[in-house]
Nanobody, 126 residues
């Protein structure tokens, strides 16, 4: 079992930055691919970014490439999403997700995962 708890969301002005964190419990964290998904009001869930179990590979939605960076620290059982140059259109609830063990990154775009966090709100004002 893996439990995921997100933090770091909040209200920020356009152009600002936020770093989301996702703390995971469970001994198998280091064998799971991790990712971030978001859902804006009235819209479907959308893949944002994923990172391999080792941290050696990452994958991003085209809409966030160059502005968002996903990383993980397996020693701390934590995955991060650094979000820079934020725009109002990224306002959404952001969910941390995990799938595995050893799920390949392309599969992380499927929106089907073994575990989900409760979500954290990110609001970008113009």
């Amino acid at each position: 079992q893996v439990q995921l708890v997100e933090s770091g969301g909040g209200l920020v002005q356009a152009g600002g930055s936020l770093r989301l964190s996702c703390a995971a419990s469970g001994r198998t964290f280091s064998s799971y691919a991790m990712g971030w998904i978001r859902q804006a009001p009235g819209k479907e869930r959308e893949f944002v970014a994923a990172i391999s179990w080792s941290g050696g590979s990452t994958y991003y939605a085209d809409s966030v490439k160059g502005r968002f960076t996903i990383s993980r620290d397996n020693a701390k059982n934590t995955v991060y999403l650094q979000m820079n140059n934020l725009k109002p259109e990224v306002t959404a609830v952001y969910y941390c997700v995990a799938d595995g063990p050893y799920t390949i990154l392309v599969a992380m775009t499927s929106l089907n995962y073994d575990y989900w966090g409760q979500g954290t709100q990110v609001t970008v004002s113009s």
